[in-house]
């Protein structure tokens, strides 16, 4: 498996969209979903909202293709890393058809909080990204980490190297 960038990921899709049923919902999150979005940074994977205990056909078509592209896709149950904003699903992005593929990022909002959850550097230079794009305003961030704080403990999120994190990202952006 070699990293990916933009244009690799849209040929991955459209092969995606040739073996799916008509009318399927795709929504990225992580390095393909940002890399969608005009990040310069490569990724190695295809992370999609999906329940990695349980897929579904749809998830098992996906990763089936996937691995015969040679490429790792994982279905990321988001819902169970954190404590998903108010008002995510209207913040999905539409990236585009890819044959019977309806293909969308997840709420930056969310894809933001998971990042600062996890806390590598790699995430925190996606976050700045997001807000250096215009996807994300730094306050709504701060905003939606506060928010997410009284559930840390049900997601397993320690808030302390949250908010650390989150003053590492305002520092990057000075």
């Known amino acids: 498996m070699s990293a990916m960038d933009n244009s ?5 899709l459209q092969a995606l969209g040739e073996r799916v049923p008509p009318r399927s919902h795709l929504i990225l999150v992580g390095g393909g979903a940002l890399a969608l979005l005009g990040s310069p940074r490569l990724t190695i994977d295809l992370d999609f909202i999906g329940d990695d205990l349980s897929p579904d056909p749809l998830d ?3 990763m089936q293709v996937a691995k ?11 819902e169970r890393f954190i404590p998903l904003p108010k008002g995510n699903e209207e913040r999905t992005i539409f ?3 890819f044959g019977n593929l309806e293909v969308y990022v997840a709420d930056p909002y969310s894809i933001a909080l998971s990042k600062l959850e996890r806390g590598f550097d790699t995430d925190l230079e996606d976050i700045v990204f997001l807000i250096q ?8 961030l701060e905003r939606v980490a ?7 403990r049900e997601f397993d999120m320690n ?11 305002r ?3 000075r």
């Open 8 to 12: 690799q990921i849209q040929s991955i």
């Open 60 to 62: 098992k078509t996906i």
């Open 68 to 78: 015969e592209l040679n490429i790792y896709a994982e279905p990321v149950p988001l």
């Open 95 to 97: 990236i585009g058809q």
């Open 133 to 140: 794009r215009g996807l994300i305003v730094m306050a709504e």
């Open 146 to 152: 506060q928010e997410s704080l009284p559930r840390a």
């Open 159 to 169: 808030s302390t190297d949250m908010l650390a994190r989150l003053q590492t990202v």
């Open 171 to 173: 520092d990057r952006l």
